[in-house]
C-alpha cells in the first residue's frame, strides 16, 4: 500500500531539528518500518544532515542505503545517488515508489518521455523527486553537471551520496574513469555534503575514496564485520575417511535443520544431494545445468522448508536474480563450503548466509589438498586472462587469505576480520570457532595434515601450489568463470551517458521486477567485473 509523504511536512525544518535523533526515528518508521535505525545508520544520518562529509563501511546488508534516503525525506530538496549499475538504480526507485517516495533514476535506458518528465522536473520551481539516482558517466557529463549547479544555486541538492564507493578504487583507473572524475562534484558543488558507502573493508580503498571524493575532514564510520552468531569450523578431507559420509553424520546430528552446501562443479552438487538423499536427508542440487523449472521448483521446495538442504554450486548467489523472487531465507542454520572458495571475500559473504534471524548457526568448510590445488589453478588461469593493465588485485593473493584460514592454528573468526581490516582480540571470539574451542584438537589435524601431504606429494609444505602437472578442465567450472550461462541473455547497460560520447558497455544481466536480494547486488556487481575483464581480454 502507497504511504503518502507526509511526515517530510511533519518535520521540522530548521537544520537543528532535522538531525535530531526523535525526528529522524519517526522517519524511520512511518516511511521504513523499522523500528530503530540500525549500527552506524543514525551517526552517518546526522552527520551528512548537518553537512558534513561521511564514509560509510558497513557489511553487505547491513542497511547503507538508509543512510542517504532518510536524509531525503529530513529536508527539502534533492539527494543524489550515484550508483553503478542500472539495474541496482531500478530497483532501488522501484521499491522507494512503492513506500510512496519520489525517486526517480535517469539512464539513457529509459524512453525520451520519461528522461523528459524527471528533467521538467528537476527544472521546475518546486521539484518533486526527493532521491535522483545516476551513473558516475552521466555526471561526468556538461550538461548533467549544469543542471547539478543550477539545482545547487537554487538551494535544491542537499547531499551526494556514492553508493559503492569502492568501484572508484576498482573500476576508475581503467574501467571506468568516470569514477575517477566524480572528484568534480567536489570542486563545482563544494559546500554539498558527500557520503562514501562501501561494504569493501580494505584500508587502501577507504583511503583512495577518500583522496578522489576529496572528502574534508569526513566523519568515518566503520561497522563491524563480526558474525557473533556464526560458529566457524573447518574439517580436513584429507584426514577424514569419507567426505560424505562426514557431512550426513554432521547433517544428521543437527536434526532437521536448513542447510546450504556449496560445492565447486555440478557434477558434486548432484553426487553429494543424491548421496544425502539415500541416507534420509531431504536434499535437492541447485545449479545453472539445471533446466530453470526444475530450479525454480528446487528452490520453492527449499524456501517452503519442503527441502531441507540445497546442494549449489555459486551460482546459487543469483538464482532471485532469476526465478523473480525475494531471496533472504533468514533461518538457515548451516552454511557449508564442500570446496575452499575462491577468497574470504566470497566465504564472508555465503557463509553470511547463515543465521540471518541471529539464531547461533554454523559454518562448515572442508578443506582438501586436491580442492586447494583445483582452485589454484583456476585461480591462475582467470589471473592470465587479465590485461597487464588491469589493477585489480590478483585472484590468488585472495585466496592465500583464505587458505591461511583452513591451514593456521588461531582463532578462525579473528581471520576472518583481519582479512577486512577489523582488529578483533582472539579472547571475545568467546569459544565460537574450533580453534578457540578445540584448540589441541585443531593443532593435532594441522600436524597429521603436514604430514599427510607431505608423504603424498613428497613437500615439506603442506600443500604444494605448483599445478603445471594439473589436468583440472576448465570447462566442468563454467559457474566460476561466467555465473550468467544458465540462459539469460537480456542485455543491460551498466554506465550511461547523457551526450553518447562515453563508453556504453553492454552487460548481460537480468531485467528485474522485484527488489533485489543482498546476494544479488553482490553477483550483478561481479558479473559486470567479469564482464570487463573479457572484454579486455578481447582488445
Ligand atoms: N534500521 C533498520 N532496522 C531493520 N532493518 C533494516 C534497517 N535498516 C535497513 N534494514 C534492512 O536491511 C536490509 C539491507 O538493507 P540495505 O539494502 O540498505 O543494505 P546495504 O547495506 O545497502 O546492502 P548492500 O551492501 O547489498 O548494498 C534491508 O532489508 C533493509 O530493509
Known sequence: MKKSPLPVQNVNRS????????????????????????????????????????????????????????????????????????????????????????????????????????????????PSVRLLYVTPELIATKGFMLKLRKLHDRGLLNLIAIDEAHCISSWGHDFRPSYRQLSTLRNS???????????????????????????????????????????????????????????????KSCGNICAIIYCLERTTCDDLSLHLSSTGISSAAYHAGLNSNLRSTVLDDWLSSKKQVIVATVAFGSWGARDKRSNDKKDVRMVCHFNVPKSMESFYQESGRAGRDQLPSRSVLYYGVDDRKKMEFLLRNS??????????????????????????????????????????????????????????????????????????????RVFITSSSDNKTNEGQYSEFWNRNEDGSNSDEEISDSDDGADVVKSLAGPKLSRKLGVDEKLVLLERAEEKYNESNKQV
Open 15 to 126: 537544520d537543528k531539528n532535522v538531525s535530531g535523533k526523535e525526528a529522524l526515528v519517526k522517519l524511520l518508521r512511518w516511511h521504513f518500518g523499522h523500528a530503530d535505525f540500525r549500527g552506524k545508520q543514525l551517526e552517518a544520518i546526522q552527520a551528512v544532515v548537518s553537512g558534513r562529509d561521511c564514509f560509510c563501511l558497513m557489511p553487505t546488508g547491513g542497511g547503507k542505503s538508509i543512510c542517504y534516503q532518510i536524509p531525503a525525506l529530513a529536508k527539502p530538496g534533492i539527494v543524489l545517488v550515484v550508483s553503478p549499475l542500472i539495474a541496482l538504480m531500478e530497483n532501488q526507485v522501484m521499491a522507494l515508489k512503492e513506500k510512496g517516495i519520489a525517486a526517480e533514476y535517469l539512464s539513457s535506458t529509459q524512453a525520451t518521455h520519461v528522461r523528459n518528465k524527471i528533467h521538467e522536473d528537476l527544472d521546475s520551481g518546486k
Open 189 to 251: 558543488l563544494a559546500d554539498v555534503p558527500v557520503l562514501a558507502l562501501t561494504a569493501t573493508a580494505a584500508p587502501k580503498v577507504q583511503k583512495d575514496v577518500i583522496e578522489s571524493l576529496s572528502l574534508r575532514n569526513p566523519l568515518v564510520l566503520k561497522s563491524s564485520f563480526n558474525r557473533p552468531n556464526i560458529f566457524y569450523e573447518v574439517r580436513y578431507k584429507d584426514l577424514i575417511d569419507n567426505a560424505y559420509t562426514d557431512l550426513c553424520n554432521l547433517l
Open 383 to 460: 589471473e592470465n586472462k587479465k590485461s597487464p593493465s588491469s589493477s585489480s588485485k590478483k585472484p590468488t593473493s585472495d585466496f592465500e587469505q583464505i587458505v591461511r584460514y583452513c591451514e593456521g592454528s588461531g582463532c578462525r573468526r579473528k581471520k576472518i576480520l583481519e582479512s577486512f581490516g577489523e582488529e578483533f582480540p582472539v579472547q571475545q571470539c568467546n569459544k565460537t570457532c574450533d580453534a578457540c574451542k578445540h584448540p589441541n584438537q585443531v593443532a593435532r589435524s594441522l600436524e597429521e595434515l603436514t604430514t599427510t601431504a607431505s608423504r603424498r606429494h613428497n613437500s615439506s
